[in-house]
């Protein structure tokens, strides 16, 4: 359904994997698709694809530059994550953000993401509260010393997705994280997954994907963001 694109970043170019929404000449409300850290493999590019058909205009910023890695490999996939540098990055999501806001003709657009791309939602909800008023991390990590948000800045909604067996981003971390957002008065919906642990949402890793989980996660997604975007 989608294709890669390319987009202005700061007098620059990014990269990224675009979804139109379905059924109609009027775009959708647009949405950042924030990919694991395996990079935009063949599970973000279906994400967006399924977006674009619940009725969302969705773009995946490469942010590896081409570069994916197997499924199979998480030690190279934790050296990438590792490597990603902060400042070109965080152009390259501003860049996404002011595409979608471009193509659809709508001011505001949400951020969704997993794992390492969870925690870049909430960072990129921090650093552009002009344009972002939704954002969703599912099992969002944020490994990175110098991208800690100030979530003061914060003017999205959250609704955040935890698996109550996950050892990298904890049913703790999660009410840690939403009693800091509230303590600021921010609008927040935490959900917890019993069963299910890291990557549950992910349907091409069988040993982690948790079909049940993964459907309430997405069911959840989808109405929030209609909710906060239409």
């Known amino acids: 359904m989608g294709e890669f694109i390319e987009y202005p970043v700061n ?38 694809d399924r977006f674009a058909e619940a009725g969302f205009t969705a773009l995946a910023p490469d942010l590896y530059h081409g570069t994916t890695v197997p499924l199979t490999e998480p030690d190279d996939a934790a050296k990438e994550m590792m490597a ?5 990055a965080a152009k390259e999501l501003s860049g996404a953000v002011d595409e979608l806001v471009r193509r659809t003709g709508r001011a505001h657009v949400g951020a969704v993401g997993f794992c ?91 040993e982690a994907h948790h079909l049940e989980s993964a459907d309430l996660l997405w069911e959840r997604t989808i109405a929030f963001l209609h909710r906060q975007l239409d």
């Open 116 to 206: 390492m791309g969870g925690g870049l939602a909430l960072v990129l909800g921090t650093q552009r509260p002009d344009a972002v008023s939704a954002v969703v991390p599912a099992y969002g990590l944020i490994p990175w010393p110098d991208a800690q948000p100030d979530y003061s800045l914060l003017t999205a909604a959250v609704q955040a997705h935890v698996a109550e067996d996950d050892d990298y981003f904890t049913p703790e971390a999660g009410r840690e994280l939403d009693a800091e957002l509230r303590a600021l008065g921010k609008e927040t919906e935490f959900h917890y997954y019993p069963g299910a642990g890291h990557a549950f949402f992910n349907e091409d890793r069988p």
């Open 11 to 48: 007098g620059t170019g990014g990269r990224g994997y675009l979804a139109g929404s379905a059924g109609g000449a009027t775009p959708g409300p647009g949405v950042v698709v924030l990919q694991e850290w395996w990079g935009v493999v063949d599970q973000i590019t279906r994400t967006c």
């Open 84 to 88: 990603l540098e902060m400042g070109p």
